[in-house]
């Protein structure tokens, strides 16, 4: 059974870092094309950046030379760097394949609050 495990969310001041770490079973990923994604309340949940088996990255417009989506395929991790971030980017963050169907399940999401 794929299973995703996200960590590192917390409460940060505006302009503050945070380093989001997800950790997968049940798939490898190497394969993949893997993703974070987040949902803040009311809101839909949105791609936030994706990283191509071959490392190559594409970004929210948003948050584009803020935030660096990297992976460690033999630790089965993928990971977000986040830096100046804002109150925009409350959400609950969740890591997933991109483009890949079926879509395995959602994990809990790590939750994270920009606020002064």
């Known amino acids: 059974q794929v299973q995703f495990v996200e960590s590192g969310g917390g409460l940060v001041q505006p302009g503050g870092s945070l380093r989001l770490s997800c950790t997968a079973s049940?798939?490898?990923?190497?394969?993949?094309?893997m993703a974070w994604y987040r949902q803040a309340p009311g809101k839909r949940r949105e791609l936030v950046a994706m990283i191509s088996d071959g490392g190559s990255a594409d970004y929210l417009h948003s948050v584009e030379g803020r935030f660096t989506i990297s992976r460690d395929n033999a630790e089965n991790m993928v990971f977000l760097q986040m830096s100046g971030l804002q109150s925009e980017d409350t959400a609950t963050y969740y890591c997933?394949?991109?483009?890949?169907?079926?879509?395995?399940?959602w994990g809990q999401g790590t939750q994270v609050t920009v606020s002064s």
């Open positions: 049940g798939i490898s990923i190497n394969i993949h094309r």
């Open positions: 997933n394949t991109h483009r890949f169907y079926p879509q395995p399940p």
